[in-house]
């Protein structure tokens, strides 16, 4: 396999761009000194900024590097109706999140957690953020920097260093600069990210004979379209499991995950926050499409232009491979900086909004109180740092264990496990009065031991002593969907069997404006 560097004038576009996040992270640092500062940005952000911050956030590296390879490879457009499910989830987010999370001015989503059911819920819903984002990171820095090797095509032994400076450079503005930081460099990476990806079609069509019409032939005769069995069943990856899985895991991240709500409070007004979450949704639905569609024009042209380089190259290289081999350069450069910035934009949410769960849910809320906003703001920037040590850490121990693959399904399980249900947790809160801690709790833990039992059939012990209840269950992709009806069902119809006992004043902190009537 033949060496190849990156051309000098696209190093000098990915220079200038990591220069640019620099300078912000820098810049964004006289804002950040207090708590309220570096993980809220002072509460002043505009709507347009907060919505380019969430689009990043959410579409993340997934869409750069994931969906092209998906769409590529053996896969066709069974996802995209899936994506779809950001629509209710953004509606609900708009409707009841933003205007009950911003009216109570927390500074942590799990904040309102205790509020509502006690300290147990705010610190069991704050440790599953902190454990999923423990793996998720590193899985994250990882997954990137296999791609950067890939792009320059060298061994094994250099992946420590690719995963120690990409891990330091998102950590320096990340670290210094705060949420204000983490918000600014989201809009540059936002739009790199999406006008990367629009460069590169026009040039995959100058390409082809016959242009748009021939691809839309070529996709077409080879099923690349296909969206999937509409067969409404429980079992395999069908158009419903993709929405309804989809539509939870979205729904999930809108409402019960700390990286979006603290964009929320940072927002100067309740307009601009919801101004922002529909602007997200907006940019991130025509996003989506567009990479999958990019996947299927790079099939499209591999196939019948010859002499691409590209015939036989893993899927998820594809894509690198091209902008390095057919984008011109610095053009190239801007791509590859976008490639680089979907997944920065997921690094530096994850590192600031998981200083600030660490820092507000446990430090301030259980170790030391009462002290000044700068002591909590310098914690913060600790917290960051360390967190950043902790993913660079876990990226270079999933090189040298080779356990990616295994990290990626205890990734998947911790979250389903941990998180089961989460999202209905806030719901029950948000939406009735009679739901009391003890019912919240009971549903809580019985949501929790049934989604593990659940992934514990789908495992060969399972499936070894269990073999016609594994048959039975139905796919994973229906997990959060079932552990977020369940427990909604059971801690409604615990509240039911046991009766109601608040101890303290629900007003302001659900839809009902009394404090007492159970609904």
């Known amino acids: ?7 000098f004038l696209d190093q000098l576009v990915i220079a200038a761009g990591f220069v640019v996040l620099i300078v912000i992270g820098l810049r964004s640092s006289r804002g950040s000194q207090t708590d309220e500062g570096y993980f809220l940005a002072g509460r002043s952000m505009p709507g347009w900024v907060i919505g380019f911050s969430l689009m990043a956030t959410i579409v993340s590296s997934i869409t750069f590097l994931s969906l092209p390879a998906f769409a590529y490879g053996s896969s066709n457009w069974r996802n995209f109706v899936g994506h779809f499910g950001y629509i209710p989830a953004i509606m609900i987010a708009v409707y009841l999140f933003i205007p009950l999370f911003r009216s109570t001015r927390v500074s942590s989503a799990y904040e309102y957690l205790e509020r509502r059911f006690g300290l147990w819920a705010r610190i069991y819903a704050a440790s599953s953020f902190i454990l999923f984002h423990f793996f998720r990171t590193g899985l994250v820095l990882y997954a ?11 061994g094994d032994e250099s992946m420590p260093a690719i995963i120690v400076v990409g891990g330091v450079l998102v950590s320096v503005y990340t670290v210094v600069g705060g949420l204000r930081a983490v918000i600014w460099t989201d809009v540059f990476q936002g739009i790199a990210l999406i006008s990367g990806g629009l460069i590169c079609l026009p040039i995959i069509l100058s390409h082809i004979p016959g242009g748009l019409f021939e691809l839309f032939r070529v996709a077409a005769a080879d099923d690349k379209f296909n969206m999937g069995s ?53 940019l991130a639905l025509p996003t989506w499409s567009y990479f999958l569609f990019l996947g299927t024009s790079l099939y499209v042209f591999v196939k019948i232009v010859p002499g691409t380089g590209l015939e036989g190259v893993n899927p998820d290289a594809v894509f690198p491979r091209f902008i390095l081999t057919q ?14 910035a979907s997944a920065m934009s997921t690094l530096d949410s994850s590192i600031n909004a998981t ?35 902790v993913m660079i850490a876990t990226a270079c121990g999933i090189h040298y264990y080779r356990v990616s693959e295994t990290l990626d399904d205890l990734q998947r399980m911790l979250l389903s496990v941990v998180s089961g249900g989460l999202l209905s947790l806030f719901l029950i809160g948000f939406t009735t009065l009679r739901v ?58 615990a509240s039911l069997l046991i009766g109601s006992r608040h101890r303290k004043d629900l007003a302001g902190l659900t839809i009902w404006r009394g404090g007492r009537d159970h609904n």
């Not at 990137?144 to 060298?154: D, F, G, R, V």
């Not at 660490?358 to 170790?367: A, E, H, I, P, Q």
């Open 355 to 389: 200083a600030a769960t660490v820092t507000v849910d446990f430090y301030k809320r259980l170790w030391v109180r009462d002290r000044d906003p700068l002591h909590y703001g310098k914690v913060g920037k600790l917290v960051s740092l360390l967190f950043s040590v």
């Open 144 to 154: 990137i920097s296999l791609a950067i090797k890939s792009i320059l095509q060298t």
């Open 230 to 282: 509409a067969e409404f069943t429980l079992q395999g990856k069908t158009i419903w499991a993709y929405l309804f899985a989809e539509f939870m895991i979205l729904a999930h991240l809108m409402g019960a995950d700390q990286t979006n709500v603290q964009r929320y409070a940072a927002a100067a007004t309740d307009k601009a926050a919801s101004r922002g979450a529909m602007l997200a949704c907006l």
């Open 436 to 493: 009391d801690s003890r019912a919240a709790m009971a549903a809580t833990g019985i949501t929790v031991l049934s989604v593990a039992s659940w992934l514990f059939m789908d495992t060969s012990l399972g499936k070894e002593w269990f073999p016609q209840m594994a048959g039975a269950m139905p796919n994973n992709f229906w997990v959060s969907t079932f552990a977020n009806l369940l427990l909604f069902g059971v801690a409604y119809g």
């Open 1 to 7: 396999m033949d060496f190849f560097e990156i051309r």
């Open 327 to 340: 984008v011109p350069a610095g053009f190239g450069g801007f791509v590859l900086t976008g490639l680089l």
